[in-house]
């Protein structure tokens, strides 16, 4: 069964920090792609980062500087380290595991990340 599980979300001030957590389950770890991605009210969900296999990480522009995420392959799991939060992060965030040979992508059920001003 194939389950990917994010944790780690809830509410901070602005300037704090939060660390998310993503585990997969049922798949091939290392031969997926992870991304997080994250929602707010009334928008599109976008990216937010993503490591590939080999540990190449892109970051979307407004979280570089700020956010980090790891990978570790041996627990199946991905992080994201968010650093100096704004009240404009605040959103669910979710995880995307995607494998570079089928494509197929499983998403996580969400966490939110709630950031007061």
């Known amino acids: 069964q194939v389950q990917v599980v994010e944790s780690g979300g809830g509410l901070v001030q602005a300037g704090g920090s939060l660390r998310l957590s993503c585990e997969a389950s049922?798949?091939?770890?290392?031969?997926?792609?992870m991304g997080w991605y994250r929602q707010a009210p009334g928008k599109q969900r976008e990216l937010v980062a993503t490591i590939s296999t080999g540990g190449r990480i892109d970051y979307a522009d407004s979280v570089k500087g700020r956010f980090t995420t790891s990978r570790d392959n041996a627990k199946n799991t991905v992080y994201l380290q968010m650093n100096s939060l704004k009240p404009e992060d605040t959103a669910v965030y979710y995880c995307?595991?995607?494998?570079?040979?089928?494509?197929?992508?499983?998403w996580g059920q969400g966490t939110q990340v709630t950031v007061s001003s």
């Open positions: 049922g798949i091939a770890f290392r031969v997926n792609v």
């Open positions: 995307n595991a995607r494998n570079i040979y089928s494509q197929i992508q499983r």
